[in-house]
């Protein structure tokens, strides 16, 4: 059947949507450079002692994110390959593109290959506009491993979950036990955050199999213990009890709880009135009503009772955020917030769909009505309302803003000729260098620099991983960096 006029507009904004997200990222990824907070450190470690070895010193001594701390002591930089950075903003956009797409296909079964694709074009749009920092989401190495990474597994599991229970018995069917095994392994092992909101997910959905299915699922089961199995292995690091018991608001149980809640709640409001996800979600109520009906794929997938499931849906949102006033007793950073849409931006239209099959179900008449009323009078002024809710959203979109003045007005340009000049000036011979700053710093590409303080974290982690004793932030220096000076014109920093 020949698609119309309206299909052809909508379907063309969905790729617009999607290169207007996905473009910026990719030009932008040409100008990553490695970042002085924590790259460097642990790279230097890594390098010095030795990949376990930097490990084993991590765990202990601060933090027990055992899979995350794998992947950045394994950064371009411990390769000696500084350009591979450039590489890391396109590998992220991509794995979540993949992920995304897995999981709408897993979903989405029965719908063409095109409106999977356009779906999976329009969430990661949805994605972008909303993120509180570019920067920690896509370009920043110690962010992605720790938030984005576990992010991007999680959404993919949830697809090999979905498989599993679909694939026929045999060795396949095994290896998709193990492989899901694994992600469940490494989303944990990577951070609190999606530790939190995994656990709990399985929980709910393992209860709710044999509570209210009465089936004992072995599957879930197995899930549910690698789980509790890789949550103990993070929790009992020592490292853990350092860096918490650093800050005095931290382990404040019902002030956390209530505070998360709270935060939810005003974060909600904000991205329904900031981003088009309530006229998306009126063009996409069509689609949940026909992936719903008796006899589409995923029909069955649908029927859970909506009201519990809305239940949950809030209460595993607002756990995504009680590790962050539960642990430093301080709201939500910008890279909590960016994974928490992601998951309330694929729940909410879940949900959405369970409701519209849960609508379908109790009134067949209401349901004949709306599928025999004029899509005139119903889609052309929706389609008005959305397009001027697109425009202003897009407008307003902080990150958007970030990533086309940054390309387009050239900071990034900028910054990353100077950043290559300051790498090739670190790279010379010298027991001590001066580093001008650098002269503009565009937030989609930049997280910290080197510290005026000579004896700060960062400068020592850097003038290690570059056999310097000093590398000292000097504003009255002119260029990049200048050539080495005596060592004896400044002090040494404290061994590490």
Wanted: hydrophobic share 50%.
């Amino acid at each position: 059947m020949k698609e119309s006029f309206a299909g052809r507009v909508a379907n063309a904004t969905a790729v617009f949507l999607f290169l207007l997200a996905c473009i910026p990222l990719l030009c932008l990824s040409l100008y990553n450079h490695p970042s002085a907070a924590d790259d460097y450190c642990f790279a230097d470690t890594a390098v010095r002692y030795g990949f376990w070895s930097a490990q084993n010193y991590y765990y202990n001594g601060w933090t027990g994110r055992y899979f995350s701390n794998m992947l950045v002591h394994a950064n371009p930089l411990v390769w000696g390959w500084y350009d591979g950075f450039r590489l890391i903003p396109v590998l992220t956009v991509t794995a979540l593109l993949s992920a995304l797409f897995t999981l709408v296909s897993e979903l989405l079964r029965g719908e063409s290959l095109k409106n999977r694709l356009l779906t999976t074009g329009v969430l990661f749009f949805l994605i972008v506009l909303a993120l509180q920092s570019v920067v920690e989401a896509f370009f920043w190495t110690a962010a992605i491993a720790t938030y984005t990474v576990p992010t991007v597994l999680t959404i993919y599991l949830l697809a090999v979950m979905l498989r599993w229970y679909r694939e026929p018995a045999g060795p396949n069917k095994w290896l998709t036990v193990v492989w899901a095994g694994f992600l469940v392994f490494a989303s944990i092992g990577s951070g609190e955050t999606n530790l939190i909101l995994l656990l709990l997910l399985l929980l709910a959905i393992a209860g709710y199999r044999l509570l209210f299915q009465r089936t004992f699922d072995p599957f879930l089961v197995f899930l549910v213990v690698v789980a509790l199995a890789s949550s103990w292995l993070l929790f009992r690091a020592p490292g853990n009890a350092v860096r918490m018991g650093g800050n005095p608001h931290s382990g404040e149980l019902v002030k956390s709880m209530g505070s998360s809640f709270g935060w939810l709640a005003k974060s909600v409001g904000g991205w329904l009135i900031k981003t088009p996800i309530i006229p998306l979600s009126l063009l996409y109520w069509p689609i949940a009503r026909r992936i719903t009906q008796p006899g589409a794929p995923n029909a069955p997938l649908f029927t859970l009772p909506a009201p519990l499931l809305t239940v949950v849906y809030v209460g595993l949102l607002a756990a995504t955020i009680f590790p962050s006033y539960y642990g430093i007793g301080l709201p939500p950073f910008a890279r909590t917030m960016n994974v928490l849409f992601v998951f309330f931006t694929l729940g909410w239209f879940f949900v959405l769909t369970v409701w519209a099959g849960r609508n379908r179900s109790s009134s067949t008449e209401t349901a004949s009505r709306v599928s025999t009323f004029s899509t005139t009078q119903v889609k052309t002024p929706l389609l008005v309302v959305t397009a001027l809710w697109l425009a202003g959203s897009i407008a307003f979109s902080t990150s958007l803003n970030q990533l086309y003045t940054d390309l387009l007005g050239g900071r990034a340009a900028v910054y990353n000729k100077e950043m290559n000049e300051r790498h090739r000036l670190l790279q010379q011979p010298g027991d001590t260098l001066r580093l001008a700053p650098i002269s503009v710093y565009p937030p989609s590409l930049f997280v910290e620099d080197i510290k005026l303080d000579r004896t700060h974290w960062w400068n020592r982690c850097q003038s290690g991983y570059y056999n310097h004793k000093v590398i000292i932030l000097d504003s009255t220096v002119t260029t990049a960096a200048t050539a080495p000076v005596p060592v004896s014109s400044v002090g040494f920093p404290a061994k590490r």
